[in-house]
């Protein structure tokens, strides 16, 4: 499990979780008392750190906050290679390794290079209208195409390398990595997909009389996912800030030609582990 010993540190916090700054500050402080090269410390929204990343003046970034912190993070680190590792100060965590107690121990060991690199399959999404490219996207869990405001169920057609798959009638359909399967899709009664697995997940959202079932297309695959609608649509990538679809709008998605690297101190099997954890209690209850 000896990798490269990381140097140059960037630590990211999220600037609306009360306690981050402090916890970021005591992170700083251990990195540069254990003889770290060079640390850069800034809430994630910060242009320094966009700028830092993009520039590669860090071997790897700590992240403080929740799930989201980390899928903002991994949209940051892809393009970069730049790998990610994170100090779980939100409720569930399921990208995280590291907690509050425990994060001193897993720190000192990637200054050693003790640690290995998980590789994570991104997908591309890309939006058109009838053969006019309006918006592309890279995402971490997943895209989203589902109803708008109206609560009413949308028509939906998938086709996977231009042949028909299915049609629906439902609230929405889920394309989703192995990381997005822990997520919305697992939500929407998908299964859940080790995380270094390298395939789509295509989950409906309350399918009504109509296909109902999951399923698993190969990293080669592309899928077509278009709406009939005569009332809103939308698309949503990694649960961003949704995007007006009308009726004929089609979204294509393939695996993108980058991955997340996740820094992980654990063997494999600590993801179950985890999940068990999470899935005989909810933290948030």
């Not at 997340?260 to 993801?271: A, D, L, S, T």
Request: with cysteine; net charge neutral.
């Amino acid at each position: 499990m000896k990798n490269k010993k990381i140097n140059n540190l960037g630590v990211a916090y999220h600037p609306d979780i009360a306690d981050a700054v402090a916890a970021s500050e005591n992170v700083e402080v251990f990195l540069r008392e254990n003889g770290a090269g060079s640390v850069i410390r800034c809430s994630l929204k910060n242009k320094q750190l966009e700028e830092a990343i993009a520039a590669k003046k860090i071997d790897a970034l700590i992240v403080l906050g929740g799930d989201g912190s980390m899928l903002h993070a991994s949209h940051l680190c892809a393009p970069a290679g730049v790998p990610i590792t994170g100090i779980n100060l939100g409720t569930f965590g399921f990208l995280f390794e590291l907690e509050r107690d425990n994060w001193q121990k897993y720190i000192s060991e990637l200054l050693k290079g003790n640690y290995r690199i998980e590789k994570r399959m991104m997908l591309q999404a890309s939006h058109y209208r009838k053969e006019k490219l309006l918006g592309s996207w890279q995402v971490v869990n997943e895209i989203v195409v589902c109803r708008g405001q109206l609560v009413k169920p949308i028509r939906i057609h998938a086709s996977v390398d231009e042949y028909p798959m299915a049609s629906y009638v439902a609230d929405g359909l889920i394309a989703a990595t192995a990381t997005g399967s822990t997520a919305y899709a697992l939500a929407a009664d998908g299964p859940i997909m080790p995380p270094e697995t390298r395939s789509i997940l295509v989950v409906p959202v309350a399918p009504h009389l109509s296909f109902d079932r999951a399923v698993i297309l190969n990293e080669g695959a592309c899928i077509t996912i278009t709406v009939q609608t005569n009332h809103d649509a939308a698309l949503s990538p990694d649960g961003r800030e949704s995007i007006k679809m009308r009726d004929g709008d089609y979204v294509k998605i393939a695996a993108s030609s980058m991955d997340v690297q996740f820094i992980r101190f654990h063997n494999p099997g600590f993801f179950y582990k985890n999940l068990n954890r999470y899935m005989k209690q909810n933290p948030t209850v």
